[in-house]
């Protein structure tokens, strides 16, 4: 019955997040594939009061229907954090609760995306990001990324030649997959570029608080004078993915349009969990629960590059994020990261990444691998990138001799 | 810059939800108009104690990212209660949890239909399923409903004339708005067309195991033999909204689809809610839940019908549901239920209820209404229902005088 199914489905088919999280490793396995935080350092007993708190002050009620919109309390919350810790400008009417920060994707996309509208997307960029605009069925136009975030002249000749761009993609701190940070200047760049070709830039910041080391930037959105910025947050890095809460500041008519589409899809975000985070946030400092969370993510990135520094031959070439989950890593073109994960990494190391094909939209890249530092400890580093560097030179070593891997 | 958005956004700017939940009728009003579970009948305790169990039992990793499918426990109970409940045979792979019901409706709708692809709807239909449909801009069909459920000549006649109807949206138990039941006879009958003229049906039952008087009846997917139905259900009318925890039960190949789509919409659904639901099932007895609430509401079922009996005038008719959430009132035909709502009942009665209007896919009928008998007490009902009589009195008598309202 396959020919029953919408447009939509064939293009989702390939599954770009299935791929992500394949490949059994084993007990004893490493995964640099995942993209978890360390659920250790969650604060675990802190939302068990807090959720039965919530069942305490408000009762039955808080399991009844609420509204699309959420709790105006914890949507005031999150503008004065967004003013806070991103110099944005919002109230609670700018913001949008979402079902994490994947619907707020979702969401964005349905807004504003028709079949065949252009969008510009980070070459690579998020897999899920790619994996809910697909349901739209955009054209994809891809840009490089150098050390300090977009390549903004590549950007404006794909602005030159295609006029009606409608949005673009970016995740300006401590991107995923490449832990790469664009600089201030090209913050207030791309807002201008923003606005002389108008189109919507889609903020996305799930890492922007996890910052290990050098200054902390405003956000593209606080540059913003015209409601080109869509901002979108999460809880997800900062405090726990169970929660499933993310949200969007933009302005008002956005959020509208968001809200009833929104209530088209799921109704609305769980009261419980809305009216516990909102007790977390009342009587913890989700500030200093950050802070504390530091010292641990700093380490495993410090050990890493470390090791990489110590292990990786010269012609491999990787990135030295300042916070985040992520360290992208480069391989000569000859060798192909797909078939050394599952020739070689998974069988013989078993130890997992995350091959980069899946981070471009038009899959064509095939030397680069998302490692993932948050979600192993240090021991398990120092074995796992140990043997994925002795496995990467024999690669190397075996396209010499001829034979492609 | 609203030329910006998608097609979709201007499709479902009416906003067909939104509209059911306006009126403000201050702290005394009485609505009939919410489809609200009532609250004082939710197990919150034992919830409380499940979230507890669960975050004892699983600790922090109960909030990690978990998998889109969810627990294969808590899967393998809503086989078990599929087919204990409703005759059907289904194993864990065949279901699908989702964000509430209306999750399920929108990523079914995201499954099938192209933009312009046909689908039946009853007429009048849930207004809900209305606005996630409307976000793929299908071509509606709409067949009137009977006594005992869908009028399946009409359906048939529909059928003959386009051959390429795609699915069939029903609401077969205690229909959402007319509390009208699917008959036996008429559920077979309508495998046998699904069959013969090859669309899905998509068959939601949230109402389903809250039956106050007659006899239990199976799901029309109990007569499914090649696939062609999609069963949805909801814990949100028997357990509690606040869950946000529906489900689809269909074909491996369907469910895989499904599940490809959820995870670009919105990644997974929060496993502490998942875990507390499994804690819940195991040291509870759902069926002696249900059935603790049943008298209650059977009592408000009755005394509706009672005032409505003993005050309506004889032009106006009114459904006698045997379970669910609603009554569904037909008016003559010179009186409007969204004039008589906004004009009469609301400002002067403080009574609400929802104008028939928006449950219509071509929003063509202007005279019915629903009634709310769930969510208000035996007070509220002989008080609001004795107003709304009244005033649909004094609104016919007025339009016999000329005056059409």
Known sequence: MSDVFADRVVIGSEDRLAE???????????????????ADLFPTAQIKVALNDAIDKYGSQIFEYQTVSGFTQLRSRLAQWAAKTAKIKAAANNILITQGGQQALDLIGKLLLDAGDKIVVEAPTYVGALSAFD????????????DDGLNLEELETVLQNHSDIKLLYTVPDFHNPTGVTMSLTKRKKLVELAEKYDFFILEDTPYRDLRYKGEKLPAIKSFDKHGHVLFVSSFSKILMPGLRIGWVAADEEVIAHLRTLKTSSDLETSGIMLAALNQYLENSDLDRHISSMLPTYRKRLDVMLDVLDNTMPTDVHYTRPEGGFFIWLTLPKVVNAQTLLREICIPK??????????????????????????????AQIKVGITRLAMSIREAIAATEVGAVL
Chains 1, 2 share one sequence.
């Open 20 to 38: 992500m999280f394949g490949g059994s490793l084993g007990k004893d396995g490493i995964k640099f594939s995942a993209g978890n935080p360390n």
């Open 135 to 146: 349901q739209y069925d955009p054209c994809y136009y891809d840009v490089a990324m150098d």
């Open 349 to 378: 190391d078993k130890i997992s990444f995350v091959p980069g094909k899946v981070f471009y939209a038009h899959r064509d890249h095939e030397n680069g691998m998302r490692l993932n530092f948050s979600g192993v400890n240090e």
